[in-house]
Structures are given as structure tokens and as C-alpha cells.
């Protein structure tokens, strides 16, 4: 995996399978059917969510040691996911550790019965006694499942603020606090120090889970200091998203190999389009790890394994999908939550079996390289600044950074990093995350923001970089009127109506501020009566272009009018910098990375169920040929047709219903 040459497949094989003799001989049967896609097979210790009694943990070790010398034989790697260090949630507590250790403790002193708190000292003996036992298996690797977190465990959803955890805070800063005197501080005060309280906790957080990672570590290190830990994630931002941190403590003192699993929740064909929100979220998570973790699988969830409900096709989809966003594998959750015969799953194995020799390719040309694009600005501290005006315990955590999915729909590639960013989008409050001279070198760029954005940053002081002010706001009958400005091109008098009747959003007039401001849109009623600006460019004093949308910014976009808009807007944002995009009207979602030699490789999705005919794609400095890769290993060259500017102009014939190819430089 190091050369990134193969595409690293794995199996996780619930404890139904693998305990009982007749379900394991299914398996190993199954794995010799598909032993060229399956690369690793990891045996889940429990498959429900509290901790399990050390002494059934030791248990099941014992039947682990003999089953994975006989996986071995078919699989090359195979070793364990413990599913359950300090608890994902409350279910089967009767058949659960249940010791008088402290418990994941809410702000206001509510606790989860199914969760310990990692800051407990006999749950921490618990622990390392844990992995002591998972290592004296002798596995080929321990993955660490995702319970290993401060937050999503249920209700109280934010955690932990017992007496231990506030000791350990109160060391951090020098000061005392009680629960109450710290949910005060961190709901009250000026907005800058209600963020910085915010941060102070998010920090303790990283360090709470990085201590806990190096305790695994070293009790692993007892046994075998060459076995390899892994970590499942989601965007935990409320614990800190510390992963480059977490990682160091999973690699100990000799720097063993970590891996890591990014996740997040898409489960069935119910929402299709959410695999893509997924790929997004992952595309974050892989963005914060370092460059030395190369190992990264995405996790493929079919919870609750039921066939019907998520097609082979959607999960051939996820796996080369979230390749294309930063993985360079993918671990397959496929089936196992009852003792019934597997066979039924099969089909599951066929379609990755159909997809590995593309995903192999899609290692092979992207590599650990950066996505490039639009950014939504982040760091790990953007969960400070959610609800800066009012109750932090109140907040809707996890969906912070989905507004990006209606920009990739259209065709604009999105980065995940700052270094990849050809334009930065800041949304809301979340430019209180950052300092303010990053802020100041941001608006020096390439911005793209909405109205409370605008607001938020003028009161920092910063209204002669953003060009704009809000003039005023209407909650009713607003409809978007583009102007005759050269952006908009023939599209000029064309009107988008979100129906704010329908789905409340606060529409933003803009005062420009400065002569050199540009209008791109106003803002009607159903009289046609204007109100004035709702959408304008302005290039300050830096050199920084800075666009301001104040209107529905970022949904209901996809027509015609204003997509060709938006994508005139971020090519003039970007100053002809944004690697890629798709100039047609077709529902299709971009990543686009390039090498360190700069040879650019991009992964095309026909988001829709309709077929894409002719869709144009625009590569910045391309050579004159591409080579399209599908699925089924056919391979065909496109030759540029044009170009535009610093652009080649490609044109793809026709893409099936949510198809997917991979676009190399010849």
C-alpha cells in the first residue's frame, strides 16, 4: 500500500460469523471464492455497543487465537475490531460490563449507562487489560472502533464533564470549574470568549482520546510492539478531530504503521445522492490526517444488512467514490447481524470483485494526493463557533459542512484542505473558528460567503476587504433577478424563486461600500418590485476577489441560469486557478487531484438517473488528450476540442445513470 500500487480491500466479519464453527467454515469458504478482491479480514470481538465483560473479552480471544491462523491461510492479513472500548450506546446493558466505574457524564450531570468515561483509573485498567488480552491473539492488526469519541452516544449527546474530566481541565488551565460554572463560561460572555472557552474544551477533548490511544498503544507495545492499530472515525468534531495527533499516540514510541477508517452514516438507496455527502465527509477526515498514514479504508456500512435495501451497484459506487475523495481502500460491513447462512451475500463480494481492478487504478493515479477545488473553510476547531450566540449544548452537531453537496452536484470540484482551495467558502459564524490575521490572508484570496458570513466579519472589523455591508433582510416573497453584468452572460433578467414561504430563509441585501463593487443579482417581490443587491463581487485593496450571496447561497441552484452563474462567479473567483469543473448542465460531481509532478487525475460520477449526453468538461493547463477508464476496464482517449482561456475543452460522448470513470493525462 505504501507504493499505492492495489486498492486495500477488507472484510469485517461480525462475531456470528466467526464463533461457531459453522458459519466460520462459510466464511472461509467465502473467502476462498473471493480471495483476489478480499485483501484483510478483521473479526468484530462483540456486535453490540456497550463494553463487554473482561472475562468474556478473554473468551473470545481464545477461540480468535486458533480461527486467524486458519483465515491466514486464504487471506494474507487478519486481525481484529474491537468493537466496543468505552461504549457506543446503551443496548444489551444486561450482557454488558457493569462495574461501578464512572459513566459519560452531560454538562448537567446525566449519564450514559453504556459508556464509560475513558478518564475513570479502573477503566483504564479495564482497557489496557482489554488489548493485552486482543494482542496475545496474535493478530495482524487491532482496529479501535469509533466509540472512541466525546460525543454521539446518545443522550446527554456532548460529554464527558464528570469530576475526573474536570480535574484534568482545571490542571489544563489553571483555574476551577464545576459543570455550572463552565457551562457559563461557555454560553456566556462575548462572543470571542465564548469561542474561546469553546476551543480551551475541544483541546482537552483531543487530549483526553490522544491519552486513551497511547494507553492502547503501550498495552499493545506489552505484548507485540509491531502490531499495527487502526482507527474508526466520523467527523467528530466536538471531540476535537485531533487525528493527526491520534495518530502519533497509535504509532508509539517505534512508529508502528497506523490505519484509519473514516466513516459516516449512509445506509440504504433511500437517499442516494447521500453517498455523495458521505464521500464529502470522508473527504475531510482524510484531509486532517498526515501524509505517513497511507493505510486509509473507508468504512462501507450496510447496517442493518438487510440486501434489498442498498443495491450492489451503490456500494461499487461508495468504494470508488471515496478513493476519489482520499482513501486508498475501502472495509466492507456487509453482513452479520444474526447467525443465519451468509451465502446470501455473495452478490456484495461480486460487485466489488467487478469494481477492484478501477479502484486499484484510481490508487495508482491519485495516491495520497490533495483534492483541489472549492474549499469550505474548516479547521479543527470549527465546532467552536456553531451557535456563537446562544446555547453551545443546544447545537445540532454533524451537518456543519454538507453545504458544499449542491456546489459538487453542479460540476465544481471541492477540496478538503486549505491547500487545495481554489476559492474558500465561509458560511455563517464559521469564520469565528479562525484567528484573525488567517482571516485577513482568506480575504486576501478568493472568497465566496453568504450574508451572516458578511455581517460576522464586518463586525471583526473587516468591511474594507469584504467591499459589502447588509443593507437590510426580508423574510417573505423573495425572488432573485440577475443583472446584465458580464458574469451572468445571456442569463441576464432571469430570475430564481427558492419560495422562502416554503423553506425559511432570511434573504440578505447588500449596501456596497465601495464604487468598484459589482451586482450580480437583486432581490423582487412578486410586483417585480426591487429591494435591492442580493448578490455582488468586489476585488479589495489586497488583490482579494470576494463574492457575497445573500440569497439562498447555497441550495436550489441547479438551474440553468444560475449554475451557469455560479460557475462564471468561482472561474472569475479564482482567477482561472480552479483546476476543473463541468461547464454543461448536467448533474455530475468532480474530484480532481494532481500528482507531485502535477499530472492531473480526475473521478467523473453521473450523479442522476438519467443518462449525460456531451458533457463538457473545462481541465485547467491539460495536455491535449485524456484517457476515460469505466468500470468494466473499457478504456477510450478524448482529445481536446477546444479551449478557453488557460482551459482545454473535453467532451464526454455519454455517461450511464449514476456511472462513474476515472480521467487520466495521457
Avoid at 148 to 158: A, K, N, S
Avoid at 226 to 231: A, D, Q
Avoid at 503 to 517: H, Q, V
Amino acid at each position: 500500500m505504501s507504493n499505492h500500487t492495489r486498492a486495500k480491500v477488507s472484510f469485517r466479519a461480525s462475531t456470528y460469523i466467526w464463533l461457531g464453527d459453522e458459519r466460520f467454515d462459510e466464511l472461509l469458504s467465502m473467502m476462498s471464492r473471493f480471495r483476489d478482491t478480499v485483501d484483510e479480514v478483521a473479526c468484530f470481538t462483540s456486535f453490540t455497543h456497550p463494553p463487554l465483560p473482561l472475562e468474556e473479552i478473554q473468551r473470545r480471544a481464545e477461540v480468535l487465537k486458533d480461527r486467524i491462523p486458519r483465515l491466514r491461510q486464504i487471506v494474507p492479513s487478519v486481525g481484529i475490531n474491537h468493537l466496543a472500548t468505552l461504549g457506543h450506546l446503551n443496548e444489551n446493558l444486561a450482557n454488558s460490563l457493569n462495574e461501578p466505574w464512572q459513566r459519560l457524564m452531560g454538562i448537567d450531570g446525566d449519564t450514559i449507562a453504556g459508556c464509560y468515561c475513558p478518564s475513570d483509573e479502573s477503566m483504564q485498567d479495564y482497557v489496557r487489560k482489554t488489548y493485552v488480552t486482543l494482542a496475545e491473539a496474535e493478530p495482524d492488526f487491532i482496529w479501535v472502533d469509533d466509540d472512541v469519541r466525546m460525543e454521539g452516544h446518545g443522550i446527554p449527546g456532548l460529554t464527558c464533564f464528570c469530576e475526573r474530566c474536570l480535574d484534568k481541565f482545571n490542571h489544563e488551565t489553571g483555574k476551577h470549574w464545576t459543570r455550572e460554572s463552565l457551562k457559563d463560561a461557555i454560553n456566556g460572555g462575548s462572543v470571542q470568549e465564548r469561542v474561546s472557552m469553546r476551543k480551551q474544551w475541544l483541546a482537552h477533548n483531543r487530549s483526553v482520546i490522544s491519552d486513551l490511544l497511547a494507553l492502547i498503544r503501550d498495552a499493545v507495545d506489552s505484548v507485540d510492539r509491531s502490531i499495527p492499530l487502526g482507527l474508526m472515525t466520523g467527523e467528530i468534531f466536538y471531540s476535537g478531530f485531533g487525528f493527526d495527533d491520534w495518530a502519533k499516540s497509535m504509532a508509539g514510541k517505534d512508529d508502528v504503521k497506523v490505519m484509519w477508517r473514516p466513516g459516516g452514516g449512509f445506509y440504504g438507496d433511500d437517499n442516494l445522492p447521500g453517498f455523495v455527502t458521505k464521500a464529502h465527509s470522508i473527504g475531510r477526515q482524510v484531509s486532517v490526517l498526515g501524509p505517513k498514514v497511507v493505510d486509509i479504508q473507508s468504512e462501507i456500512e450496510n447496517f442493518p444488512y438487510q440486501m434489498l435495501k442498498k443495491s450492489t451497484t451503490t456500494l461499487g459506487l461508495e468504494c470508488a467514490t471515496y478513493i476519489g475523495t482520499g482513501c486508498t481502500g475501502a472495509a466492507l460491513n456487509l453482513m452479520g447481524i444474526a447467525s443465519d447462512p451468509i451465502a446470501e451475500y455473495a452478490p456484495n463480494f461480486e460487485r466489488v470483485k467487478q469494481f477492484r481492478p478501477f479502484m486499484d487504478a484510481e490508487v495508482q493515479a491519485f495516491g495520497r494526493s490533495k483534492c483541489e477545488g472549492v474549499w469550505a473553510a474548516f479547521t479543527t476547531d470549527s465546532t467552536a463557533s456553531l451557535n456563537a450566540d446562544a446555547d453551545w449544548f443546544q447545537t445540532g452537531f454533524g451537518a456543519e459542512l454538507d453545504y458544499v453537496q449542491e456546489l459538487s452536484e453542479i460540476g465544481i470540484p471541492i477540496a478538503y484542505a486549505r491547500d487545495g482551495a481554489s476559492v474558500t467558502l465561509i458560511k455563517g459564524d464559521s469564520c469565528l473558528a479562525f484567528p484573525k490575521d488567517q482571516l485577513e490572508e482568506i480575504l486576501s484570496g478568493s472568497v465566496l460567503m453568504d450574508g451572516p458570513a458578511l455581517r460576522r466579519l464586518n463586525e471583526m472589523g473587516m468591511s474594507a476587504l469584504t467591499g459589502f455591508d447588509i443593507a437590510g433582510v426580508r423574510n417573505v416573497d423573495s425572488i432573485e433577478v440577475f443583472t446584465n453584468d458580464e458574469l451572468n452572460g445571456k442569463f441576464a433578467g432571469w430570475h430564481r424563486d427558492t419560495r422562502p414561504s416554503f423553506w425559511a430563509e432570511s434573504a440578505y441585501i447588500l449596501k456596497p461600500l465601495d464604487t468598484a463593487c459589482r451586482t450580480l443579482s437583486e432581490v423582487i417581490d412578486f410586483t417585480n418590485t426591487s429591494f435591492g443587491p442580493i448578490m455582488g463581487i468586489y476585488e479589495n485593496r489586497n488583490g482579494g476577489r470576494i463574492a457575497v450571496a445573500g440569497y439562498s447561497p447555497w441550495r436550489s441552484m441547479q438551474t440553468l441560469a444560475k449554475t451557469s452563474q455560479v460557475k462564471s462567479l468561482v472561474r472569475w473567483l479564482s482567477k482561472d486557478t480552479l483546476p476543473a469543473w463541468v461547464a454543461s448542465y448536467h448533474k455530475t460531481a468532480l474530484w480532481c487531484r494532481s500528482d507531485a509532478q502535477g499530472k492531473r487525475s480526475m473521478l467523473l460520477l453521473n450523479a442522476c438517473l438519467d443518462s449525460a449526453q456531451d458533457i463538457e468538461l473545462r481541465v485547467l493547463n491539460s495536455t491535449d488528450s485524456l484517457r476515460l477508464l469505466h468500470v468494466n476496464g473499457k478504456s477510450e482517449v478524448l482529445e481536446k476540442k477546444t479551449t478557453s482561456g488557460p482551459y482545454s475543452v473535453f467532451e464526454l460522448p455519454q455517461l450511464a445513470p449514476w456511472e462513474i470513470v476515472l480521467l487520466t493525462s495521457c
